[in-house]
Antibody, heavy 120, light 106 residues
């Protein structure tokens, strides 16, 4: 069974950094695009970033470009999200998700999420 | 950016009733539209992709329709486990965008 487990969330001061990790199991990780999606408290879903199977392509929501970086290590079946310059509005649950099919960027497997709280 | 607008915000229903949820895109997304269900305290889960194809294991009471800019998710006969928030997502253009969600409650 495909599974994703996020970690690395926590409480950080405004302007600080965090690195989120997502460990994949139960599928051939290196053959899938991966996504990060976030959800602020009591709010809807917001796409953050996607990364291609080999890490050669990445896409970001405009508001996160230059502050967030997505990368992966296929030898460790893991994808990461580096969060820099954190703002209060970045407080959210961050979900890692598997993109179902190449060029069809919907997400068919989701992790349980890791919570990031940015204090001002 | 393609703006996805869902309506209504909340749908108050009873078990056994038919629920119809709408999702509108600000420009065409063809049929590159997915629906997700999210229950309280849980991650989202995929229901529908390609506007009308049920994901693996999704019951037949869930159906999706539409193309271009107008989409509908129908739950033919609500079960207690269907009371949740539903989101649409377009994947035709970058950035990927979600609708604001429709809460289906009792």
């Amino acid at each position: 069974e495909a599974q994703l487990v996020e970690s690395g969330g926590g409480l950080v001061q405004r302007g600080g950094s965090l690195r989120l990790s997502c460990a994949a199991s139960g599928f051939t990780f290196s053959t899938y695009w991966m996504s990060w999606v976030r959800q602020a408290p009591g709010k809807g879903l917001e796409w953050v970033a996607n990364i291609r199977q080999d890490g050669s392509e990445t896409y970001y929501m405009d508001s996160m470009k230059g502050r967030f970086i997505v990368f992966r290590d296929n030898t460790r079946n893991s994808v990461f999200l580096q969060l820099d310059g954190l703002r209060a509005e970045d407080t959210a649950i961050y979900y890692c998700a598997r993109v179902a099919k190449i060029y069809n960027y919907y997400m068919d497997v989701w992790g349980k999420g890791t919570t990031v709280i940015v204090s001002s | 950016e393609v703006v996805m607008t869902q309506s209504p915000d909340t749908l108050s229903m009873s078990p056994g009733e038919r629920a119809t949820l709408s999702c509108r895109a600000s420009q065409t997304v063809l049929t590159n539209l997915a629906w997700y269900q999210q229950k309280p305290g849980q991650a989202p889960s995929l229901l529908i992709y390609g506007a009308s194809t049920r994901a693996t294991g999704i019951p037949a009471r869930f159906s999706g329709s539409g193309s271009g800019t107008q989409f509908t998710l129908t739950i033919s006969s609500l079960q207690s486990e269907d009371f949740a928030v539903y989101y649409c997502q377009q994947y035709n253009n970058w950035p990927l965008t979600f609708g604001g969600g429709t809460k289906v409650d009792i």
